[in-house]
């Protein structure tokens, strides 16, 4: 079953199984990409038949060597790991996230709410839409617990015609439209980008309307799924770097949300006049049966390449000794022909 996430800071506090599961997939590709390598080399290191071919085996090796140590630290430095170590060792399996909270209220706090003019404030519900971006593309979200991420241009382009609802802080029970009856999804340079046709005689969304028109709902947030190596993680150099979660393809959109608390601030709704609408226009939760699997140490993911490095050194100095040995029978003999020659010795 796929994993449901919410980019919305109200949420967030279920994410950290999620968010731990994704990195644990990427580090395992990354590490089993390692071990691949490492047997390409140690087959083609049969071919060794000279000095050279010894060499460029030894700098393949090197490489490896180089790349599994590198993603080892990246596994150790880990925030989102060593948060969730933190957590598990005091028995708390969920997150704290009061100053993402805080956080993101301030940034709101900081956005100036437009009023409506009297003849907007008068008009109906009905001459209004709503628009806005519920993504933005190559921004950082707010800190997730441990880690940030931020979302590739083009990731939601292929769900942009599924069946996705637009909701009031991803509560099915407070349904303002879906697309392909009365909501549009597009992306473009900056995002995610939506209008919704507010639905006539319908109470929720005349609350939500004026809200948002006054400026006490001005952001957004969705709730979507990652497909199979969607997403990447840049793991830290040194302790104390935050990591980050990149992502590049979402897999399904369940629904796009106006809510309270985004987890990316720059996200934003906007009622506007439908005249002036041009209709061209981790974190992350696991889902309730979701469990993160056990915390693998950084060892765990090399132990197969780690012994494949070990006989690729192995055979390299086997080939060593066996060309020396060579050279060595090849000098005796050159020796021996020399001294064989009259008027020597």
């Not at 003849?119 to 709503?130: K, L, N, S, V």
């Not at 617990?145 to 991803?170: P, Q, Y």
Request: net charge negative; glycine share 8%; hydrophobic share 40%.
């Amino acid at each position: 079953m796929a994993t449901i996430e919410y980019a919305d800071a109200g949420k967030l506090i279920l994410s950290a199984k999620s968010a731990e599961m994704s990195q644990a997939e990427y580090v395992g590709r990354r590490a089993a990409e390692l071990e691949a390598d490492s047997r390409k080399i140690l087959a083609d290191l049969q071919s060794a038949r000279s000095p050279e071919a010894i060499s460029g085996f030894e700098k393949r090796l090197s490489k490896i060597a180089q790349k599994r140590q590198a993603l080892q630290r990246g596994i150790e430095f880990s925030s989102l790991r060593r948060r969730r170590a933190a957590e598990k060792a005091a028995g708390a399996e969920k997150l704290s996230f009061a100053g993402v909270e805080q956080r993101l209220l301030l940034s709101a706090a900081r956005r100036p709410a437009v009023k409506p003019t009297e003849a907007e404030a008068t008009a109906q519900g009905t001459d209004f839409i709503f628009t806005g971006y519920a993504a933005k593309y190559n921004e950082f979200s707010a800190d997730l617990g441990s880690f940030v991420e931020k979302i590739k241009r083009g990731a939601f382009d292929e769900v942009l015609r599924e069946d996705t609802k637009l909701l009031l802080n991803h509560d099915p029970n407070l349904i303002l439209g879906r697309v392909g009856k009365n909501v549009t999804l597009f992306s473009d340079s900056v995002g995610l980008g939506f209008y919704a046709e507010p639905l006539p005689d319908h109470t929720l969304t005349k609350d939500v309307l004026q809200d948002v028109r006054f400026g006490i709902l001005s952001q957004c947030s969705f709730a979507f799924s990652i497909a199979k190596g969607g997403d990447e993680w840049l793991l830290p150099h040194r302790l104390g770097e935050t990591d980050i979660r990149i992502i590049s393809k979402v897999e399904r959109l369940y629904d796009i949300s106006i809510v309270c608390y985004p987890a990316y601030w720059q996200t934003t709704v906007e009622a506007v006049p439908a005249r002036r609408c041009d209709a061209d226009g981790e974190i992350e939760t696991a889902d309730e049966n979701g469990e993160a699997s056990e915390s693998m140490s950084a060892d765990d993911y090399f132990a197969d390449t780690d012994e494949i490095l070990r006989q690729g050194h192995r055979r390299l100095e086997a080939a060593k000794e066996k060309m020396q040995a060579y050279d060595y029978r090849q000098a005796g003999r050159i020796i021996a022909r020399c001294g064989a020659k009259p008027g020597n010795g």
